[in-house]
Structures are given as C-alpha cells and as structure tokens.
C-alpha cells in the first residue's frame, strides 16, 4: 500500500527542484497528481520523469501568485480527480541578495506575492473543498529563513516567516473541520533556486564546505524534503497540525561556532 494510494493532490513549483521530487514521490506513493508550474518547460521534465517511473502526473500551467490561476488550477484538480485531499503549495522565488537600502517595493510586493499570498491563495481555494470532505491536507514551503537571518534577502525571509504564521492561523481558522495545515523549513537544498551557490562553490574549488556549519556537515537534496511534505501529506500524520518542521541537516538547532579542526 503507497502512503498517498486514493489520494488527489496539487504540487506547486513542481517543474523543478523540492516540487518536481514532491510530484515524484507523491506519485510513487500512489496519488493523482496535478503538477504546477509557470515554467512549462520544467513542467513537461517532470512529467516526463514521473512517467518513466512508471507513474503519472499532470501539467498545469499557472502563476501560484495569481488568485486566477490559483482558482483555475484548484477547479482543474477537481474536475481531473473529483476531490482534493493534499495541496503542496512549495512554489517560491529567493529574489536574490539585494542590499537593504536599495530594496524596491515593487521587489518586496513581488516576492511576498509569489512566496505568502500564493500559498494563501492555495489555502483560500482549495479548504472549502476539503472541508466539505471533512478532511484534507495543506502543507506549505517555509524555509531556515523564516526562522531568523542569513539564509536569504530581507523580504525572501519576512515572506518565510509569513509562511509559517500561515501554518499556524490556518489551522486555527480551519478549527474542527478535519484539515491540516503545515509547513516545511528546508535548509540548504540543492536546486534550482540555489544552482548559483553551488556553481560558485565548485568553480571555487569549495564544493566541500557547503552546509559544513550544519551537525549532518553537508547540504540536502530536495528528495530529503519531499520525504517530509510525504509525511505531512499523508494519513501518517493525522494528528500533526498547525506546525513548522525545519529539514536542515540540523543547521537551526546551533548557535554560531567555529567548526573545530580534526
Ligand atoms: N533550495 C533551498 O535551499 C530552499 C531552502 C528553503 C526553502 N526553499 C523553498 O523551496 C521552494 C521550492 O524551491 P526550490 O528550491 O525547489 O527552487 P526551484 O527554483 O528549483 O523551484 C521553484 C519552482 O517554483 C516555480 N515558481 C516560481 N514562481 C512561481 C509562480 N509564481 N508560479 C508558479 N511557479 C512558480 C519555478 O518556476 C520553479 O520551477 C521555494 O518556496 C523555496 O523558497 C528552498
């Protein structure tokens, strides 16, 4: 028995990286799976994937930030699958490094568009439905980042936090109706988002002090959190509500230090 066998759910940011691994193994673990992405070119890769591992998935293309999109890519789920029990809103950009005072508030709007109202919007739209089916599950992509500083711009962090205070009022304000909310917060994964960081590390010749300052002194790959969106997504979870669970190799447990020399 998969751990998803019966279920219908929505990836978002599914054309690459933490979602295209989600969509993967939401799949292998036997749910219907609608696959979302604005870069459709990502999103054909990931079908493509997930068929060759014997399994299938559905592109749809769509900006997650988008109340539009957002309604369309819940209706499309729906009439596909006839129900909705997990969404993976996971799609997210960095917005790169980007000093202080020379922050726009058009970059700000941008990032906090794609990265907390697009998860709000998953919330908004696809709840009804699971509460009409008195059960479900959202689980949303915060990040290390929204727990405290340097692991991200200012807005990318303030939009993370954002992510997971969703986690938790959502629960709340979807009190005794069966569905959970939840969120993710990955560490250093290598993907898309953080390709450049780890193409200058091996230019560098530094590839291997990348997550060294983490207890597990290496960075993750976003199989490691899918494995966790999984578990969340899943009946295994049943109890598990209104929570953010950081995957990070340990990196938000420690204070600063100097690595010791062996
Ligand atoms: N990689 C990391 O180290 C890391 C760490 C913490 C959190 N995260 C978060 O994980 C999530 C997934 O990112 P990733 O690391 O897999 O990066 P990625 O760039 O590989 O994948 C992100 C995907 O989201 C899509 N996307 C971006 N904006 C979108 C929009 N408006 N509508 C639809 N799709 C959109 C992109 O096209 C891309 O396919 C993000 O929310 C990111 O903030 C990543």
Redesign the pocket.
Known sequence: MGRLDGKAAIV?????????ASTLLFAEAGAQVLA????EA?LQQTVKEVADAGKQAFAQP?????ES?VRAYVDEALRRFGKLDVVYA?????GGLVPLFEQSVEHWQEILR??LI?PFLAIKHAAPHMVSQKQGSIVL?????GLRAN?GGNP?SAS?AGVISLAQTSANSLLGTGVRVNAV??????????KPIFDMARERGTADKIGQLNPLSRY?V?RE?AAMALFLASDDASYVNGQAFAVDGGLSSTHPFTRPRR
């Open positions: 978002t940011g599914a054309g690459s990286g933490i979602g295209r979302v992405d604005r870069d990502g769509a900006d997650a930030g988008l999109d996971n799609a997210g950009i960095s794609i990265n697009g992509t915060a990040s290390v980042a692991a990318y993370k917060c990955p560490g250093l994964i290598e993907t898309g988002m953080t993750g976003p959190i």
